[in-house]
């Protein structure tokens, strides 16, 4: 499993060193057929998505990351996009990753949708 962390200002990085956990962390699935290339989380107030907390990493079909969050970051409703391998994107809005820990994402081929589901 792969470890992110998410700083005081919303600056999604990698996780160098363990952090306390903050009540927002939650573990992304990805269960869509696709390579996941980019992840970006900000709070739902934000205008802005930040930085990409997958870095140099990508997160593959079957696979799932630990995002985590400083202890201090006191938001809970949070967007979350991703960009797949061909460039195509998909986002969900004001998710309350204080009740969240799992988003795992999903897409049928069949109908083209994709959705995300949580627990």
Do not use: H
């Not at 992110?4 to 903050?22: E, K, R």
């Not at 309350?96 to 049928?108: A, Q």
């Amino acid at each position: 499993m792969k470890l992110l962390s998410a700083g005081l200002t919303a600056a999604l990085i990698l996780a160098a060193t363990p952090v306390m956990a903050g009540e927002q962390d939650f573990t992304l699935s990805n269960g869509t057929g696709y390579t996941i290339e980019q992840v970006y989380v900000a709070p739902s107030r934000s205008d802005d998505w930040e930085e990409d907390v997958m870095g140099a990493d990508v997160l593959g079909d079957g696979e799932e990351v630990e995002i985590q969050f400083d202890s201090a970051e006191n938001a809970c409703s949070f967007d979350l996009k991703v960009v797949y391998d061909d460039g195509e994107e998909a986002v969900w809005s004001r998710l309350d990753l204080c009740t969240i820990s799992t988003v795992s994402i999903f897409y049928n081929r069949a109908t083209g949708a994709t959705w995300a589901e949580t627990d």
